[in-house]
């Protein structure tokens, strides 16, 4: 018999593993998601992804304010759910994730034990990680750390960035949550303790001003930084003009060049390239939004600003 399901998500990664599990025929008895929020210039409601999916497929919804409400709970106790699957959600309380008799799991988009937290496809990424993975988890008091069901390994190549980590990552993930539900749901498949490790790899929230381009680091550093971050939240850059006027800018696609232009020094012909000196060499700046105007290519963007006078902003 299989299991009815409560699915707790918010973001499009979470999409993915909802479909695969209403694809296999699975009862989703309630979705949880983040309430509604106001965003944009117009401060116009936006629906969380999952939402989205949830209203489009008919089912059941719950988008509490607070996890403990005691509302919210009779709710989920009334769908009669047997377990839980969270994916990219809240930090949820015992009340919550103990009350199903099958208890809850979580799909987190890295190799258990490394990289807990909220952002662990950006800091594979930034830290130069040859491969990363999905895991499968129970959920316990402590954030991540519960014990392991099951984890897929994938390569993270050169061209990798942010945004296709995360697309192969969120379908990889699906296919491993439905496995997940089978195996628990057969029995076959037991919970085992995550290993214990000394130098553990962390993946916090990034934050605005984590976002930097540290531009005396090496140019590996750099492009492996700029490509963990494209193409949400994005590197960033300032710039001072020749009448002192700060340009802030994100930067989104970059090459290395072991040329050696002098840290900080901005070269450029005003036409096709922008580059930056680095500790051992330059970063070809490819791709560039100036704050306030859209995404260009370098020669799109070049056409409409003389910066060969600017300097980086210290």
Known sequence: MKPKIVFMGTPEFAVASLDAICNAGYDVTAVVTVPDRKAGRGQKIVFSPVKEYALSHNLPLLQPEKLRDETFITQLRNTAADLFVVVAFRMLPKVVWDMPPMGTFNL??????????????????????????????MLNERIDEGGILIQNTTPISANDTAETLHNRLAAMGAALVVETISGLATGKLKPQQQPSITDLKSAPKIFKEDCAINWKKNGAEIVNFVRGLNPYPAATTAMTDERGQTHNFKIYDVSFD??????????????KYLKVGCNDGCINILSIQIEGKRRNSIEEFLRGYDISSWKLTS
Request: glycine share 12%.
């Open 258 to 271: 072991n040329e050696m232009i002098g840290y900080g020094t901005i070269q450029t012909d005003s036409k």
């Open 108 to 137: 987190h988009a890295s190799l258990l034990p490394h990289y807990r937290g909220a952002a662990p496809i950006n800091w594979a990424i930034i830290n130069g990680e040859k491969k990363t993975g999905v895991t499968t988890f």
